[in-house]
């Protein structure tokens, strides 16, 4: 590969895996309550669902290649998912009956505050299914096939999955800084690394990444139904 397309990438590649980082401490930290908040929280989502295509048509000037995979084959890729997602989403409810759970339940007025903050309180259901359904399915978009495709272009297979793993941990960092003391801030954001990497496994091996988006919204729905029962008790 020639050393300006590698240079391309990673001028793609790094305002990709550090900017919603960087802009979850302007929503999640810095503007508060401010409406600002909500601004930029919608404008970071904006992001993600069109950087990609700018990058690869006008910076990479690369056609965007489909793998040619029948309806059949991407629904296959769907047991694979929920064999991964449910056992996760399980182990969060056994989590909760235990002395994390407490942990995680002292959080309840910050959750509770912060829902109040972007103005999802009273529509947390109906932003809890969109978060699970559509959310997860953009995050694998720009995290497993943008992010991760990207990035086992210019190092290695594994490198990708740990690079792509950590950049899609980063702002969940910063969230989970807000709720819990860091110790436990970095315990739950390591779980949220290792589900990515295991979700960036599942898309190099499946080619698809319906198996992965499955996965990943059973594993939402798990955690916002988390968030439901922290801001209701």
């Known amino acids: 590969m020639e050393s300006s397309h590698v240079k391309k990438l990673w001028a793609v590649l790094i305002p990709?895996?550090?900017?919603?980082?960087?802009?979850?401490?302007?929503?999640?930290?810095?503007?508060?309550?401010?409406?600002?908040?909500?601004?930029?929280?919608g404008s970071v989502k904006v992001f993600t669902l069109v950087w990609p295509i700018i990058a690869i048509y006008l910076i990479l000037k690369e056609k965007?290649?489909?793998?040619?995979?029948?309806?059949?084959?991407?629904?296959?890729?769907?047991?694979?998912?929920?064999?991964?997602?449910?056992?996760?989403a399980v182990v969060i409810g056994l989590l909760m009956l235990s002395p994390i759970g407490s942990v995680v339940k002292e959080a309840s007025p910050l959750v509770k505050q912060k829902c109040i903050d972007l103005g999802i309180i009273n529509h947390f259901i109906l932003f809890g299914l969109v978060i699970s359904i559509f959310h997860s399915l953009l995050e694998e978009y720009y995290w497993r096939w943008f992010v991760y495709g990207k990035l086992r272009e210019v190092v290695t297979i594994r490198t990708a999955h740990f690079l792509g793993a950590l950049a899609f941990t980063l702002h969940h960092i910063v969230v989970m800084m807000q709720f819990f003391e860091l110790p436990w801030a970095l315990f739950f954001s390591t779980c949220v690394g290792i589900g990515g990497c295991f979700w960036s496994v599942l898309f190099q091996k499946q080619r698809t990444l319906v198996g992965a988006w499955v996965s990943h919204a059973i594993v939402d729905i798990a955690l916002m139904s988390v968030g439901y029962y922290l801001i209701v008790s």
Do not use: C, K, N
Request: without cysteine; charged residues 10%.
């Open 16 to 41: 990709a895996m550090l900017l919603p980082g960087l802009a979850s401490l302007w929503y999640f930290v810095w503007l508060g309550d401010s409406p600002l908040a909500q601004v930029t929280y």
């Open 64 to 88: 965007i290649h489909f793998q040619e995979l029948s309806i059949r084959e991407h629904l296959q890729s769907i047991p694979m998912g929920i064999m991964i997602g449910l056992p996760i």
